[in-house]
C-alpha cells in the first residue's frame, strides 16, 4: 500500500481598499470565493451527505483569512453577486434563441444565486467558518503560514523578523482554527538553512519542500521525495513530487489542458458590446472578465467550440480516475525498490481548481469517491489518501537530512522573488526593517497614540514584505499596482518614523490607516526588535 497527500494552499495578498467606491483589484477576491472557495465547500458537503470518507490538507494565509471574513470586503462582494445576477438575467433574455448558450447562462445564474445564499445565510459571511466545520469534523489538516506571505529566504539576515512572520501567522491560525497547527506552509515552499530552528521553536511539526531542497541535502535521501525527512532541529520536511504533479500542474500537458474544459481567457466581457457589458464592467468602460466564459479550450486557435458541461464534467471524472489509478501504479513500483512505503506529496495551489481550472472541484471529488471506493477493494494495491500530519503519527519520518535553499518557483530558486523587475524593492524593506527595530529600541515602552503608530509601522513593514508584489512585477501583469503597494507601505511606515522622530503624529490620519489596513490588529511593536540594533539604546541614552 501507498499513501498520497494533497495540499491546498490558500493565499490572497490584502487587497482592501474602503477610500474608493468600488476597485478593480478587489475582484481577485470575489472570483476566488465564486469559482473556487464555495465550490470547493459544495464539494466538501456533497461526499460527506454520501458518506464519502476524504482527508486533504490545505493552508490558509492570514491575509485570505482576514479577507474571507471581513464585512467591509465580504458586503462588496454581496454587491458583485447581485450585478452578476443582473447579468446573467439580460444574459438568459439575450441567448433565448440559442440553447447552448442559453443553459450556459442558466448555469451562471444558479451558480452566482447560490453564492449569494450560501455568503448570506450558509456562512453568514464568514466563508471560512465552511472550512474550520470540516477542519473539526477532521476532513481537513490545516496549515498556518506566514503572516504577509513573505518569500523567507529574502529576509535570512533578519531572523527576528522572519520569526515575526511565522509567529503572527500561527497566532492567526490559532485564533481562526482554534488549534495550534501542526504544519506550516513555507510561502512558495521557500526555505533556507536555519528556517526549521524557527519553526521548531514556534511548535511546528513539518513543512513542505521543494523536491530538489530534499534530494541536494545532507545527505542526499535513500527514499528520494517519496518520505518525510527529519531536519536536525526535529522539524520534519515532505518533499513535493514533481513526477506526478505535472499530470495536473501542467498548463501544456496537464490534464487541465484538455480542450473539452472551459477557457479561461475567452469572456463576454470582451466579446459584447461595449455598450451592454458597460455596467458590468470597469466603471472607466475598461473591459475586465465577467465570469461568463462560454468557450472551451478548444486547441491553438481563435475560432472556440461553445463549453459543453456535460462533456467537461465526464472528462474531469476520467481525469481523476486516471491520476489516482496512475498514482497507485506509481507507488506500487517505487515499493519494490524503496526501503520503506512510499508516500506522494501534492501541493498545489488552491485557486487552481476552479478559478484557473473551472472542472478543478469536480476532479477533487471524483478523486476521492475513486479512492474510497478503491479501498473497500483489498484484492489489488490500494493507494490511501491521507494527510502529512496523520502520516507522521502512524510512520514517523525516514531518516534525518538537512535540506538545501530552494523554492517550487520558476528555476527553484529565488529568482521570480528577487531578478531585475523586482530588486529594487528588497533594499527599501530591508531598510524599514532595520528603522523599525531602531524605532523598538528608542521606544521600548509606549502606550497611547504612540503605541498605536508604533504598531501600525510595524503593520506596514510586515505587508511591505509580502511575496505578491515581487512576483507580480516578475510576471509583467498588473507591475503598476504591485509597484504602488509596496511605495505606498514604505511611505506609510516612513511618515510613522519621521512623525515620531519629530514628535507630531497626527491622529486622524493614523485613524484611517489603522481603518484602511485592519488586519493583526493585537500586533506589539516590540516583537519587531532587531538584535543588531540593541546597541543603539546605549548610544540613544
Partial sequence: MGKSVLLL???????????????????WLFEAISETYLPLLRMMQRLEADSVPFELAMSFSPTLSFMLQDEFLLERYNGY?????????????????????????????ERYRSDLTDLNETYERN??????YFAKR???????????????????????TVRVQVELGIECHRRNFGTHPRGFWLPECGYYEGLEEILANAGVDYFVSAAHGVLFGDPSPANGTYAPVMTPEGVSAFPRDVY????????????????????????????????????????????????????????????????????????AREHARDFYHRQREHVGRLSEVLPSEPIITSPFDTELFGHWWFE?????????????????????????????????????AAEEVRPTFSSWGSRGYAEVWLDGSNDWVYRHVHQAIERMGELVARFPDEGGLKERALNQAAREVLLGMASDW???????????????????????????YDALSQRNMGTEWLTALEKKHPIFSSLNYRRMKLASIETLKDLIR
Avoid at 92 to 104: C, E, S, V
Fill in 244 to 315: 506526478t504533479a505535472t499530470w495536473v500542474w501542467s498548463s501544456e500537458q496537464g490534464y487541465p489542458a484538455d480542450p473539452v474544459y472551459r477557457d479561461f481567457y475567452r469572456d463576454i466581457g470582451y466579446d459584447l458590446a461595449l455598450d451592454y457589458v458597460r455596467p458590468h464592467i470597469h466603471s472607466d468602460g475598461i473591459r475586465i472578465d465577467t465570469g461568463f466564459k462560454y468557450h472551451a479550450i478548444t486547441g491553438q486557435t481563435d475560432d472556440k467550440e461553445l463549453y459543453d458541461p456535460e462533456a467537461a464534467d465526464a472528462r
Fill in 81 to 109: 453577486l447581485e450585478n452578476n445576477i443582473e447579468l446573467a438575467e439580460k444574459e438568459l433574455a439575450r441567448t433565448n434563441g440559442d440553447p447552448r448558450q442559453h443553459r450556459l447562462a442558466k448555469m451562471y445564474h
Fill in 138 to 160: 477532521g476532513h481537513v489538516e490545516v496549515l498556518a503560514t506566514a503572516a504577509t506571505h513573505a518569500f523567507l529566504p529574502n529576509f535570512r539576515n533578519y531572523p527576528e
Fill in 360 to 396: 478543478g472541484p469536480t476532479w477533487l471529488e471524483e478523486l476521492f469517491r475513486v479512492a474510497a471506493s478503491d479501498r473497500q477493494d483489498r484484492t489489488s494495491p490500494t493507494l490511501e489518501m491521507t494527510t502529512p500530519g496523520r502520516y507522521l503519527r502512524e510512520f514517523g
Fill in 127 to 132: 466563508i471560512l467558518k465552511g472550512f474550520d
Fill in 470 to 496: 515581487p512576483f507580480i512585477m516578475n510576471a509583467q501583469t498588473v507591475v503598476p499596482y504591485a509597484t504602488r503597494r509596496v511605495k505606498e507601505h514604505l511611505l506609510n511606515f516612513t511618515h510613522v
Fill in 9 to 27: 494552499h490558500s493565499h490572497l495578498p490584502l487587497v482592501r481598499h474602503p477610500e474608493y467606491e468600488s476597485f478593480l483589484e478587489e475582484r
